[in-house]
């Protein structure tokens, strides 16, 4: 769906066009953030018009120590991004790179191997 802006009415626009698209589902189930218009008296009353059919699921509030990929952006930040001397956008993002694929060679943020493909990336 497409819109100007995230309003009620785009997103009950994506509820019926779910609820025509599986028709045949007895229920469709949603995972959703904690956006306003997920709870609008006017998306409640599409969800009722909708018979049920649509169940909304909520993420629990922002927490990213419970994200890993948050805590992957937090490593990235304090060890590559944050204070970083490099003169190009080019020079950083070599370095955003190497700190990635070290970090997805070793499946953790190693700091001996990120420090030297670091380097490497200068």
Not at 52 to 58: E, K, S
Request: contains cysteine.
């Amino acid at each position: 769906m497409e819109g100007k802006s995230k309003a009620s009415d785009l997103f009950i626009q994506l509820l019926w066009r779910l609820a025509g698209e599986y028709r045949r589902a007895p229920r469709i189930h949603l995972m959703l953030d904690n956006a306003a218009v997920h709870t609008s008296q006017k998306t409640r009353k599409a969800l009722a018009q909708l018979g049920g059919r649509i169940v909304l699921h909520f993420l629990p509030p922002y927490c990213p120590q419970g994200n890993r990929i948050e805590r992957v952006w937090l490593d990235l930040h304090a060890n590559v991004t944050r204070n970083h001397r490099c003169r190009t956008m080019a020079q950083l993002m070599a370095r955003v790179h190497a700190y990635l694929n070290a970090r997805n060679e070793q499946r953790s943020a190693c700091p001996s191997l990120r420090r030297t493909d670091l380097r490497r990336a200068s």
